[in-house]
């Protein structure tokens, strides 16, 4: 039986707020005060999405604003001289956006986040459709899980599967969010193939 690790879909955010193209500036900083949210996926036809814009994209035409006529030649970016100007969604976002899909482990998605320098991940189908939201919070919230629940899922989705016939019993402890597995076995080469399988919140094997 295959393992089955902590997934995307498992803690994604399921309600999406979205916009289209031709959303307006000021409708989108709205939206992002009202849901406390940092970034909002741009959308078209059958929810795909095209791009995103967050808070980052909006601070151009903020500093444009609030200093001198000469601030675009202040701007370090040709991208942010051209959102100075920006009045759309199409406009403002950053695009192709970054997306994951929802059978993504969690340590995907953290790499993707880690490489691509962003805070939050929209969770897409097959299709590009938008079906949730992960953001570096519900990927920290792994995390807070008690450590009876962290060593019972351990028991249950590794020892069970890669040490079914042990030399001996594999009892298994987790403190402070790290798993300990001890006892004897008969195969060693288990044991880099159960800390590759376990993709939970253990910050030592």
């Known amino acids: 039986m295959a393992i089955s690790p902590h997934i995307v879909s498992d803690i994604m955010t399921h309600s999406v707020v979205t916009v289209g193209r031709r959303a307006a500036f000021k409708d989108i900083v709205e939206l ?3 849901w406390r949210v940092s970034a ?3 959308t078209e036809a059958e929810g795909r999405i095209v ?3 967050s808070d980052a994209d909006l601070l151009p035409k903020e500093e444009f604003h609030d200093s001198n006529p000469d601030c675009r030649t202040q701007l370090r970016r040709p991208s942010d001289i051209a959102k100075a100007g920006a009045v759309t969604a199409e406009e403002l976002m950053t695009a192709p956006a970054v997306t994951i899909h929802g059978g993504a ?3 995907e998605a953290c790499r993707v986040m880690a490489h691509q320098y962003v805070k939050r991940l929209p969770v897409v189908d097959p299709e590009g459709r938008i079906e949730g939201i992960v953001s570096r919070g519900d990927l920290l919230k792994v ?3 008690p450590d009876e ?3 019972e899922e351990v028991r249950r989705t590794i020892v069970a599967h890669l040490f079914a016939a042990p030399a001996g019993p594999v009892a298994v402890t987790v403190t ?4 300990t597995l001890a006892g004897p076995i008969g195969d060693t080469s288990l044991i880099p193939r159960s800390r590759a399988a376990w993709c939970g919140p253990s910050t030592a094997w």
Not at 176 to 179: A, E, Q, R
């Open 32 to 34: 992002l005060g009202h």
């Open 176 to 179: 402070g969010g790290v798993v």
């Open 143 to 145: 995390f807070l899980r």
């Open 51 to 53: 791009g995103v814009v």
């Open 149 to 151: 629940d962290i060593a």
């Open 40 to 42: 909002i996926p741009v």
């Open 105 to 107: 482990t969690l340590v």
